[in-house]
């Protein structure tokens, strides 16, 4: 187990890359638990709390993993209709799974193109985390 973990909880939107998942999964040594669910993340609650959750955002239309209508660039074709209807929901839910004293951690980039579409993926996080109570 990598530092002790026992459960992995992971969401992913991409029904092809879900089946990879899977079979990656079914690899998986030892007695980790793996939870593997079909969906965007702005849509996943964990029912279990988590002591850490780690994720990386898809920077709205600059990450095109697939043109499914399940992918947050294709729901939500604006930067303001992607911060309100995926970002927003996606930090609103890691916080909600965090147990007391829990971690989140999110892997960001500041591009320039972020901006040019509209977007300050920093101080928009900065902002939401902010209203949710997560601390810097």
Do not use: M
């Not at 079914?26 to 079909?38: I, K, Q, Y």
């Not at 709390?49 to 600059?62: A, E, G, H, I, R």
């Not at 970002?87 to 960001?108: S, V, W």
């Amino acid at each position: 187990r990598l530092a002790g973990v026992r459960k992995y909880i992971s969401c992913e939107p991409s029904t092809k890359t879900f089946e990879g998942l899977e079979e990656l999964a079914s690899f998986a040594a030892g007695d980790l638990e793996v939870d593997l669910r079909c969906c965007g993340s702005e849509l996943f609650v964990p029912d279990d709390t988590v002591d850490l959750v780690f994720t990386s955002p898809p920077y709205f239309n600059t990450e095109l993993y697939s043109d499914e209508a399940t992918q947050s660039h294709v729901k939500f074709p604006t930067a303001q209709t992607w911060r309100l209807g995926f970002l927003e929901p996606t930090l609103r839910n890691a916080a909600a799974a965090l147990r007391p004293g829990g971690y989140f951690l999110l892997a960001l980039t500041a591009r320039r193109t972020h901006r040019r579409a509209g977007l300050d993926l920093e101080a928009d996080v900065q902002e939401i985390a902010a209203t949710l109570g997560l601390q810097q």
